[in-house]
């Protein structure tokens, strides 16, 4: 974020080009595809760059398959290894299984099976997948130990020279592919590769272009870094968009990072979850948390971008199918449209009726009830769930229940509360 670029930290032009010829016939071309509704929307030239259509479904395999296929030939005699919940570990069991090199891959055991389905059909015959610990970062000591325990060579996510210059090699892809300048780009932040690597090709071949990086806002790990300028690690992050949520971003990453980047911002997980559901029903695409982060900030740069060229790097698509319900309800919260109260019902014939005939309006839902009458109490506490036809609705519902003398504590805004329903 400094005005004059170091440019020796940054990877060189020539080794990223280096990285796309190895990358030929492995990595797809992503396209790169003007879309209308975004465009219409911000009176500006909206493109996505789709790595959700990559070989793996994300742009992770570029970065493992450089770094592995860099090894001297007893590295990869002896094996690679990494720690990975997702994208990563997939893009290395891809890698492993095209270049015939053993791997061993150390995912959290709480990993969904989908996950581990797919690394195995990815890697087949060449990988193992060892399931340990609770966490990422027990799955990444694991894998550490057993790496000095036999030899092995670790492929990191992100902090790797290797694996920045073969996500570098999607900004190459951008320059050739986009006949015009463009004047903002976008780009997900989770340990900071993919930033890194395109972030550098940019400032070399493209100064003018702002390069704007996206977090989530639960695991906004370099906007951290950047304010105490060394990567730190949070003490705690939202791991709902798996794929950028990361505690502690790289130390090359965050070196490059804060010299390409012209800004990072951050966005709520519901904005994430408004966004997939949007980018599903409006253009039939389907992504994952980490894959909306850099259209869900579109509105925050609004202003900004009218009559520009924009680009937004879709990162991947592997969404579990199993997370529909949660990525719904995530989006009706922060759409202000599901509203969930403990309501002190007296505890009398028809409190609930009078409740429902009075306070709800026409178009009120209650869609959660969890009401145990006690008899030894004036009045029975029920949790309610309630969902509008529009959010301008909501004071209305508060207005009647205040005149009706309802007793209630709203928790919407007390987290650690809301956290148990949704």
């Known amino acids: 974020m400094n005005q004059l670029i170091e440019k020796d930290l940054l990877p060189s032009l020539e080794d990223i080009g280096q990285s796309r010829k190895k990358l030929e016939g492995v990595v797809a071309h992503t396209p790169l595809m003007k879309n209308i509704n975004l465009s219409e929307s911000l009176s500006a030239q909206v493109y996505l760059k789709r790595e959700d259509l990559q070989q793996v479904r994300s742009y992770k395999i570029r970065g493992a398959y450089n770094k592995v296929c860099s090894l001297t030939e007893e590295e990869q005699q002896n094996g690679v290894v990494c720690a990975s919940a997702g994208n990563h570990a997939q893009g290395v069991a891809y890698s492993c299984r095209q270049l015939g090199i053993k ?67 999607i900004g190459l892809e951008l320059l050739e592919d986009h006949k015009r300048p463009i004047d903002f780009l976008f780009l997900p932040i989770g340990g900071g590769g993919l930033a890194s690597g395109v972030g550098s090709v940019f400032k070399q071949l493209s100064p003018h272009t702002r390069i704007i990086g996206v977090e989530p806002e639960g695991a906004a790990s370099m906007q951290y870094a950047l304010k105490n300028n060394a990567s730190l690690a949070l003490s705690h992050i939202d791991k709902f968009v798996d794929g950028a949520a990361v505690k502690k971003v790289g130390e090359k990453t965050f070196e490059i990072c804060r010299e ?157 509360l809301l956290q148990y329903l949704v």
């Open 260 to 416: 390409v980047l012209d800004d990072v911002i951050s966005v709520s997980e519901g904005k994430v979850c408004s966004t997939i559901l949007q980018l599903y029903n409006e253009e039939a695409i389907v992504v994952e948390p980490a894959g909306a982060l850099t259209i869900a900030a579109l509105d925050l740069y609004r202003e900004k971008l009218v009559g520009g060229s924009v680009v937004c790097v879709v990162s991947g698509s592997n969404n579990d199918i199993t997370r529909t319900e949660e990525i719904k309800e995530r989006s009706l919260l922060y759409e202000g449209l599901k509203h969930y109260f403990i309501v002190r019902f007296p505890q009398r014939a028809g409190a609930l009726r009078e409740f429902l005939d009075e306070v709800l309006g026409p178009t009120d839902d209650i869609v959660h009830f969890e009401y145990s009458k006690k008899n030894s109490r004036e009045k029975g506490p029920a949790l309610v769930g309630i969902e509008l036809r529009q959010k301008e609705d909501f004071q209305g519902l508060i207005n009647r229940m205040e005149k009706k003398n309802i007793v209630y504590e709203y928790l919407n805004e007390k987290s650690d």
């Open 103 to 169: 791997g061993t891959i150390f995912m959290p055991n709480p990993t969904p099976h989908q996950k581990v389905r797919q690394v195995r059909m990815f890697g087949k015959e060449n990988i193992e997948v060892v399931l340990t610990g609770d966490t990422f970062d027990d799955s990444y000591n694991a894998a550490m130990e057993y790496c000095t325990q036999n030899g092995k060579t670790f492929v990191h996510p992100f902090d790797d020279l290797k694996v920045i210059e073969g996500q570098g090699t």
